[in-house]
């Protein structure tokens, strides 16, 4: 049985930062790509970032480009998401994802390529 956990969300000040963790078991972590999305009160899902089996990256938007990065650790079966200079409007809860796919396909953000989900993490900063 697979089973993810995310952890490391918190309350921060604009401007702070944090690093999520998410810890897969039950699958074999090394040869599959994973994701982190996120959502908001009252928004859609939405994909922030994706990295392959081998460490290629992939980032859904603008917003997070320079400020959000994903990586792995596959000795830990581990997935990061460290994320700085944090804006209110990055509240939201954050899910890691992952599956049999090797690869951030092109539509990686849309979520249809993973099979498995946590339970989330929330993040809220504060202006």
């Known amino acids: 049985q697979v089973q993810v956990v995310e952890s490391g969300g918190g309350l921060v000040q604009a401007g702070g930062s944090l690093r999520l963790s998410c810890t897969i078991s039950?699958?074999?972590?090394?040869?599959?790509?994973m994701g982190w999305f996120r959502q908001a009160p009252g928004k859609e899902r939405e994909g922030v970032s994706c990295?392959?089996?081998?460490?290629?990256?992939?980032y859904n938007t603008d917003s997070v480009k320079g400020r959000f990065t994903i990586s792995r650790d596959n000795a830990k079966n581990t997935l990061y998401l460290q994320v700085n200079s944090l804006k209110p409007e990055d509240t939201a809860m954050y899910y890691c994802?992952?599956?049999?796919?090797?690869?951030?396909?092109?539509?990686?953000?849309?979520?249809?390529?993973?099979?498995?989900w946590g339970q989330g993490t929330q993040v809220t900063v504060s202006s």
């Open positions: 990295i392959s089996k081998f460490g290629y990256t992939a």
């Open positions: 039950g699958l074999t972590f090394v040869n599959s790509a």
């Open positions: 994802a992952a599956g049999a796919y090797a690869y951030c396909s092109g539509s990686w953000s849309l979520g249809s390529q993973f099979n498995y």
